[in-house]
């Protein structure tokens, strides 16, 4: 029955308007980007609109009125003088006189839209120098809406979660392609180099059915840095006291008014030896990365066409283990507890946009992009290997119903993976493969009501025929008072191994409990989303604050359950029989204490539970309540551009349900719940002039460290040892320094 009512509800919506005579156009900035969200109506009148991602809009003409108001948030609203139907272009300026606040937020490093009907944030460039920022997984710690935790006490890889559920249910996009998927799940984000990213946007709950159908509980979406807007050359050169040392540099050359390139290298390597807990195990990985991504752009404003290219190659090597361990000499052996990973990638994707310039709110895109990813590596005496070819295509025509409160998405797309997977001798490996249709809806009437439905059909080869409907609702009744509802499905492959790479690291055997399954023996994961979300703007002794109140929860159909808690010495894996959700609230509380001067806090509450063999439990090291502040303070901005600028973001997180033990002997015993812990992070960075700076930072600055990571470090080829129970930083306090050196 939900089905059939959002069949229907996009059908009547797409009835809703009749054609008419237009006054069309394009609003942008000085450096001519387009503004998303700019507000146009006829003055005096109920009749309006807001300018797409493009800053394209389309608003009916009408005889009785002749002046059409354009207006954006610090910005100068003007009125221009219209007479008849035709096409126009406006460039928009600052207001300055408003005040400094008012101007600030604009440039708002986390940005939270008043006007997509998804609940919608985007971290700018701005917000990832905040940190020391060296890959994607680690861009995300001054932002409340991701959770940032360590996967195990080996491999030193970070785990991100939202709406408290892992990076296997988010859909991570590399600019709305999907990137980080399969047999990247593990260890992908740590080969996106922060410096490459211009900006990230997060969507919570369901998202896009025109980004595919795998996403449950949001999607990440990570912008590139554009050719064609790069400066010629950008230089970071960053250590750290763990032995951590990374370079980037950037070369961007404009080949001439239409051709842009950039060559972006990137390298890192930990060279020394940390055990700081005397385990006898390192605390972190030493290795090596060498990374490079060559970007091509084509633009052509006057007929229309941009296109994007991008060659990418990248090798990582990865040594992790006892102090003493040396490949050479103890791999394949029980002389020490050792493990090397080993990641190649190879990546290309095209990109064709094309938008017809006598109307501009038309457009067709053509996604293309092939991966090759091939993973050889083992821990201890369990070796996985997994390489995996993939090939994604996706067909998008964009247009409206009349004008533009009446958009409309629909396409193609088909995905190909091709899985050599092995578990020690066992042979898991897989082609699947899939195509689908999918068409989506946007219907905005002037500022206050806005809604998205979505739907697509998919044909996989694994998965079965099936439906994926989607919904997002925004209603403003206030200029600065928002509400958002959404609902929605998604649908994956559990790619049980990549996924739990942190459990070879044990001495658990692995046992698939179900056989009649098309994944591993498994079904598909199929869950619903459901959310509710609320936003108040509003000022404080004249200062600018910000009040939201988020609820989702997730309901699970079908999971793919890991299973760690039936013996310490296995890892089940088997389909679903009963429940399992999970319930994400959180309330953030943002102020300008002071012009230059704010502070971002939130307290989060997680439930999320699973029917195990044990019963209905919490999911094992997840944190019920959290708390996040982050201070932001920068000084005025010179003459020659010097500044100082300080962030400050404190973590608390509180107990964490253990996997049990009690089958261990008593040296072996975890408590059944983890202390609370926080966690502070602090950097300053000191800018000298528009070209030059230099940043100092920390983490973990409280030298936090969790007692006894690994269980049975004392004898890891024993059946007790298991390195994954980890909830809470190994390492202790790390300090950093870097700088960053420009040519405008």
Known sequence: ???????????????????????????????????????????????????????????????????????????????????????????????????????????????????????????????????????????????????????????????????????????????????????????????????????????????????????????????????????????????????????????????????????????????????????????????????????????????????????????????????????????????????????????????????????????????????????????????????????????????????????????????????????NVNDFSRIDNSIGAFFEYTYCDSDKWSYVLGARVDSHNRLGVFFTPRAHVRYRPYERTMFRLSAGRGKRSANIFAENQQLFASSRQFQILDTAGKIYGLDPEIAWNYGFSFMQGFKVFGKEAEFTFDFYRTDFQNQAVVDVDNSPQQVLFYNLEGQSFANSLQIDLNYQLMTHFSIRTAYKYYDVQTDYTIGLVERPLQAKHRFFTNLAYETHVKEKGQQWKFDFTYNWLGEQRLPQTQSNPEEYLLDAFANPFSTINAQVTKTFSKTFEVYIGGENIGNFQQPNPIVGSSDPFGQYFDSSMVYGPVFGAMYYAGLRFKIQ
């Open 1 to 423: 029955m939900q089905k059939i009512i959002l069949v229907l509800t996009v059908l009547i919506a797409g009835f809703q308007s009749f054609s008419q005579e237009k006054v069309t156009g394009k609003i942008f900035f000085e450096n001519n980007k387009p503004i998303q969200g700019a507000t146009v109506y006829w003055k005096d009148s109920e009749i309006g609109t807001i300018t797409d991602e493009n800053g394209n809009f389309s608003i009916p003409f009408t005889s009785q009125h002749s002046l059409l108001v354009i207006s954006y948030v610090g910005l100068k609203t003007v009125e221009l003088q219209i007479t008849a139907p035709k096409a126009i272009s406006h460039q928009m300026e600052f207001d300055n006189s408003l005040d400094e606040v008012t101007l600030t937020k604009v440039r708002n490093s986390l940005q939270k839209n008043y006007m997509t009907p998804a609940n919608l944030q985007t971290m700018t460039g701005k917000e990832l120098l905040k940190a020391a920022c060296c890959n994607l997984s680690e861009s995300f710690e001054t932002n409340p809406s991701i959770d940032v935790n360590f996967s195990d006490a080996v491999s030193g890889s970070r785990q991100i979660k939202m709406l408290g559920l892992t990076s296997p249910y988010i859909l991570i996009a590399e600019e709305n392609i999907p990137a980080i998927r399969g047999a990247s799940q593990a260890y992908g984000l740590s080969f996106i180099p922060g410096t490459w990213v211009e900006s990230i946007q997060i969507t919570k709950g369901a998202g896009s059915v025109v980004n595919g159908y795998e996403s449950i509980s949001g999607q990440i979406n990570y912008e590139l840095l554009k050719p064609a807007d790069d400066i010629p050359f950008f230089l970071n050169a960053y250590g750290s006291t763990d032995s951590r040392f990374e370079l980037n540099t950037h070369f961007n050359t404009q080949i001439n008014d239409k051709w842009a390139t950039s060559l972006f290298l990137h390298g890192n390597a930990r060279v020394g030896k940390n055990d700081m807990n005397d385990d006898g195990f390192l605390d972190i990985p030493i290795g090596k990365q060498i990374n490079a991504i060559n970007r091509w752009q084509y633009t052509d404003l006057e007929k229309g066409w941009v296109s994007f290219i991008n060659l990418r190659y990248m090798n990582d090597d990865k040594q992790a283990g006892q102090v003493n361990f040396d490949p050479e000499r103890d791999k394949g052996t029980t002389n020490f507890w050792g493990s090397e990973i080993t990641t190649e990638k190879l990546d290309a994707s095209a990109k064709l946009g094309y938008v017809f310039p006598e109307t501009p709110w038309k457009s067709i895109g053509f996604q293309n992009a092939f991966n090759y990813h091939n993973q050889e590596s083992y821990f201890g005496l369990n070796q996985y290997h997994i390489k995996q070819n993939s090939f994604y295509s996706n067909l998008i025509y964009n247009s409206i119903i009349s004008d533009t409160r009446y958009k409309f998405a629909t396409g193609l797309n088909f995905t190909y993976d091709n899985y050599n997977e092995f578990v």
